[in-house]
């Protein structure tokens, strides 16, 4: 984890879902995807959730991370999801991975695994009225597809990962 201090206690006002390009797939003009949250925090600060797996595996490792930015150079496309209530990032926090262990996760593989876990990250935000009700089920259209730097986009299919969920007390 790599959160400024002062950030833990930053109100987070917008939740951004963001597809990034993983860089040019060989001898094609497509893009790969990857794609993590960033909690906006200020004009141009954010606090990015972002779960990978080595190559190889599907062990997912969390990185939690302050930026003095709210768009990475690599973003494609992103979805964003106003603060409905008061919470912090060290709330977020505490919900995501103390309480739900969304540090806890296995990649699908095929390319769905961060899809997968936005998007259950999402339905929990809205679950706790931190974002609108609906955030999720809006959300899940655009997760379907692959997102292309020089096209537009194309059908990927959703393969779940798996998350330890804990229920919330």
Excluded at 124 to 153: C, E, M, N, T
Aim: net charge neutral.
């Amino acid at each position: 984890m790599n959160v400024k201090p002062e950030d833990w206690a930053a109100q987070v006002l917008k939740v951004r879902v963001v597809c990034h390009t993983a860089g040019r797939v060989p001898n094609t003009r497509a893009s790969d995807n990857h794609w993590s949250i960033f909690f906006i925090i200020g004009e141009n600060k954010s606090v990015q959730y972002n779960m990978t797996a080595e190559a190889g595996y599907i062990d997912g490792n969390l990185e939690v991370t302050s930026y003095s930015y709210i768009e990475s150079r690599s973003t494609l496309r992103y979805w964003d999801f106003e603060a409905i209530s008061f919470f912090t990032i060290s709330m977020s926090h505490n919900l995501l991975v103390t309480q739900r262990r969304f540090d806890q996760y296995d990649m699908s593989g095929g390319g769905s695994g961060c899809r997968w876990w936005v998007y259950n990250v999402i339905l929990v935000l809205a679950s706790v009225g931190w974002i609108r009700p609906d955030a999720a089920a809006s959300l899940w259209p655009h997760l379907l597809f692959k997102y292309l730097s020089l096209q537009d986009r194309t059908p990927l299919p959703m393969v779940q990962g798996t998350v330890t969920f804990t229920a919330a007390h």
